[in-house]
């Protein structure tokens, strides 16, 4: 097995976990809180089980060469390797999808999740998309 593919199991198990996680906090707390709250339970769980991860990452936008801070924030970025992007809202729209991808092009991370928690089932509130250079 190469590097690409043990990189590839490594986030789809990472994955994986954030999901389970996400799942886990839904089944507890379900629809109806804000995005902040969900945050902050998905926080809880991945210092519990030891999983590395950055909040609120800035996000500069380079144009001309010059990096602009726009005032982006990726809500969560676990292990360098997912972006993980909360919502509560009635349902995912395209600018939300439009808006993982232009930050996975942004900082090259192979791997987004958006997950929106104001779901009735939150396996229907979860868009995995990847990166274009994965």
Request: aromatic share 6%; glycine share 8%.
């Amino acid at each position: 097995m190469n590097h690409r593919d043990t990189e590839a199991q490594r986030i789809n198990a990472l994955s994986e976990r954030i999901i389970g996680f996400c799942i886990e906090i839904h089944k507890a707390l379900g629809p109806g809180l804000l995005e902040s709250a969900y945050e902050e339970c998905l926080c809880f769980e991945l210092a519990t089980a030891g999983i590395a991860f950055e909040r609120q990452k800035p996000l500069p936008v380079e144009y001309k060469g010059v990096r602009l801070d726009c005032g982006y924030r990726l809500d969560l970025v676990v292990e360098g390797l997912i972006i993980v992007e909360l919502k509560a809202v009635e349902k995912i729209l395209p600018v939300h999808e439009a808006q993982l991808l232009t930050y996975l092009k942004l900082t090259g991370i192979p791997l987004g999740l958006l997950i929106n928690f104001n779901v009735p089932l939150l396996k229907d509130g979860i868009v995995r998309r990847k990166n274009g250079q994965w």
